[in-house]
């Protein structure tokens, strides 16, 4: 059975020895605990069905997955956005754009007058028609955008062959229906992540170097830059320890670990829903499988968004989200 034909458990991922302290006891040796703040946006995996096999994928994503979300689930998740007060609806894969009912979803969750943001591989969009890219202008949707680098051959290794051309062409495309004008209400933002075992470099420095260099060669526009390190779940972890690399690039991110960015973590303001309607902290801990509360819970037996203060599940992965400037 191939590597993405199945869910991958976590446990049965050996590793000879603990390359770093538990992150639970490097918060508690600077005084610091992880829990909820107001909960403001819900993100919603749609289905781990990809297009493509990225090597840093932590949910193992792929084409031959299955697993997508039942519109059952979906019509759940529509009622909670609908009953509750909630500033954005992030909607993720997998590719989310090749889950059959995703331009249902995307017009009833635009009902609740949330902000949506689809999160695209690009080369996903690439494949869609015209009026799936009218329905995502009409209602607003906040593009973000992963883009693993300016290099084809480092692109292409972590994406696989054809990737770079289609995300150049999908960006432009997303250009000509006003993605990522800086006078636009259409937002188109850019995520980079290392193609190796390494951790980001500036974001600042990334993002003058990526809007000079996509402007000049291809003529794309886009609106920010974020940049994150991996995170050693999934696929990206097997890589990692079957090269070799898991202790040092786990002990480089222990040695980056910002306690300033702890306060402003994702998991703080975020309600993680996995494609089967289970409730997470963040979409890590759906790889991770670490449920809310450590109780698995379906969309459909709550009313509400949970109450501050909660305490967030964590794992060693979680190192990833807070070294550097942090995943926020």
Known sequence: MTANAHKINQD???????PVNPFHRTLKAHGLHLDTGEIIALQVNVGLKCDRECTHCHLDAGPMRKEMMPRDTMDSIIHFTHTNDIKVIDITGGAPELHEDIEYFIKKLSLS???????????AIYSKNDPFFELLTSHKVKIT?????????LAEAVRGKGAFTKSIKALQKLNTYGYGAPSSELALNLVVNPSGAFLSPSQDSLEKEFRKVLKEKWDIDFN???SF????????????IDSGRYE???RDLETSFNPQ??????CRIVLSVSWDGYLYDCDFNQAADLYMKSRKTHISE???LPKPGQPIQTGDHCYACAAGAGFT
Do not use: C, H, Q
């Open 224 to 226: 920010s830059l974020f």
């Open 229 to 240: 390190a991996n995170v050693p779940l999934g696929r990206f972890k097997i890589w990692l």
């Open 248 to 250: 040092k690039y786990m």
């Open 12 to 18: 049965d991922i050996l590793v000879s020895s603990t």
């Open 302 to 304: 709550i009313t509400s």
């Open 113 to 123: 007058g949330s902000s949506l943001i689809l999160r695209s591989n690009l080369s």
């Open 145 to 153: 955008a992963s883009f693993p680098s300016l290099n084809e051959v």
């Open 261 to 266: 960015a702890v306060s402003g973590l994702m």
